[in-house]
């Protein structure tokens, strides 16, 4: 008799598959019922074994790590295709729907003391330095705000999605409103059809 479980061990193919799939359904879960939602309920939005989720991510911080790695990738690539001063409302725009998504989690992961370099703050000041500098150059940033305060901002404001995931959007948009009215996103300037397959 064959078991389930005692198939032939899986291929990089299909390993590097199920963790796309453990790793969207975490995205899901983690926006709709919060960071601490179990590992049992993401496995079985995923399809797969508990036992199996746990051989790819050996805890939530790694699952949560690696979707914050897809979210700055994906940050990244926005950055690198800034090609005029407006680029740099489309990438803050999507970098707060991020945090209205899956802020506990950004809040969790900016956090934490021992973070692998790929996803260490320094990171997100990176992309946001050269988007942020052509937008001051032509007017359209505070010529005062920094990267890092950019990051401190963000930091900050994902501490309120954790408090109130009823609300999210309009939490994080009424304390980027009190920081300066110029942070809230702006409709039309975010690139919701690459978020929206990431999320």
């Keep these: 008799m064959t078991w389930p479980w005692s198939s032939k061990s899986k291929s990089p193919e299909d390993t590097a598959d199920t963790r796309a799939v453990i790793v969207a ?3 899901r879960l983690f926006s709709s019922a919060g960071y601490m939602v179990p590992f049992s309920a993401i496995a079985q939005d995923a399809g797969v074994r508990q036992s199996e989720m746990y051989a790819i991510f050996a805890s939530r911080l790694h699952l949560a790590i690696e979707v914050f790695a897809e979210n700055l990738n994906h940050l990244e690539e926005l950055a690198g295709q800034v090609d005029d001063p407006k680029g740099f409302s489309k990438l803050w725009n999507t970098l707060i729907e991020y945090v209205v998504e899956s802020g506990a989690l950004l809040e969790m992961v900016l956090a934490e003391q021992d973070l692998p370099s790929d996803v260490e703050g320094g990171r997100l000041v990176q ?10 150059i032509a007017g ?3 010529p005062a705000w920094t990267p890092e305060d950019l990051r401190l ?5 994902s501490g309120i999605t954790s408090e109130t995931p009823e609300d999210r959007r309009a939490d994080v ?7 300066d009215e110029r942070l809230v996103p702006i409709d039309g300037e975010i690139d919701r059809d690459t978020l929206a397959e990431a999320v």
């Design 25 to 27: 359904s975490a995205r």
């Design 127 to 136: 992309l946001l330095t050269e988007p942020l500098s052509q937008a001051q």
């Design 140 to 142: 359209l940033a505070d």
């Design 153 to 157: 901002i963000v930091q900050m404001v």
């Design 173 to 179: 948009y009424r304390a980027l409103a009190l920081i």
